[in-house]
């Protein structure tokens, strides 16, 4: 079974500039959550989807946004570029069945803002 | 202060070593623990994870938690040089439902053959 796949694996920007980053989810899995990952740090968690709709948000400007497709799919958006967006953007799914949840985390983007 | 505390390392073993990677934290809201091992440029795998205070061993992996000290070990013991990634220690209020995941800095492994 595949994985959570994540597109593109690489990119680079300008500052300024806006990213669409894209995730599939497992197959199943009905929840979605972006983190991003700045380098020797830990994932910092930016937003949850369940069922289309935001669950919950980290502490990241509006700059960031993300949305969720009938088919479970998400993408996130980042607009105005900063250099400190430079960084690994992981997606995580997970079943959503309000019992355990394991998420399970995708290969990630990583995106270079110059 | 940061809700998880974990040492970056990095942390240098011989092969055939137990080694001890540890995280604190100071939000008693957390319930569930997690930790994860993440290769170089690659997403966190999943370990481990457990809900409540005392040990649950998976082969060669061992995760303690103390809720009372607010103090979470993973223990690996035979290392591999197939162990050397960065540990992710992780944490979350609740198992289910909205699931914000709080996570330390990363501990690098390096298992010397």
């Known amino acids: 079974d595949a994985g959570v796949t994540q597109s593109p694996t690489h990119l680079i920007k300008t500052r300024g500039q806006h990213v669409t980053l894209r995730c599939s989810p497992i197959?199943?899995?009905?929840?979605v959550s972006w983190y991003q990952q700045v380098l020797g740090q830990g994932p910092q968690f930016i937003f949850q989807y369940y069922e289309k709709e935001e669950r919950g948000r980290g502490n990241f400007p509006d700059r960031f946004s993300a949305r969720q497709f009938p088919n479970y799919s998400s993408e996130l958006n980042v607009n105005a570029l900063l250099l400190g967006d430079s960084a690994l953007y992981l997606c995580?799914?997970?079943?959503?069945?309000?019992?355990?949840?394991?998420?399970?985390f995708g290969p990630g983007t990583r995106l270079l803002v110059l | 202060q940061k809700e998880v505390e974990q040492d970056p390392g990095p942390l240098s073993v011989p092969e055939g070593a137990i080694v001890s990677l540890n995280c604190t934290y100071s939000n008693s809201a957390f319930q569930y623990f997690m930790w994860y091992r993440q290769y170089s440029r690659k997403g966190p795998e999943l370990l481990m994870y457990?809900?409540?205070?005392g040990n649950k061993e998976d082969g060669r992996f061992t995760a303690q938690v103390d809720k009372s000290s607010k103090y979470i070990s993973l223990f690996i013991r035979d290392s591999q040089p197939s162990d050397s990634a960065t540990y992710l220690c992780?944490?979350?209020?609740?198992?289910?439902?909205?699931?914000?995941?709080?996570f330390g800095t990363g501990t690098k492994l390096q298992v010397i053959p």
């Open positions: 457990t809900y409540s205070s």
């Open positions: 197959s199943g899995h009905k929840s």
């Open positions: 995580a799914s997970s079943l959503a069945r309000g019992q355990q949840e394991t998420q399970y």
């Open positions: 992780a944490m979350s209020p609740n198992s289910g439902g909205y699931q914000k995941v709080t």
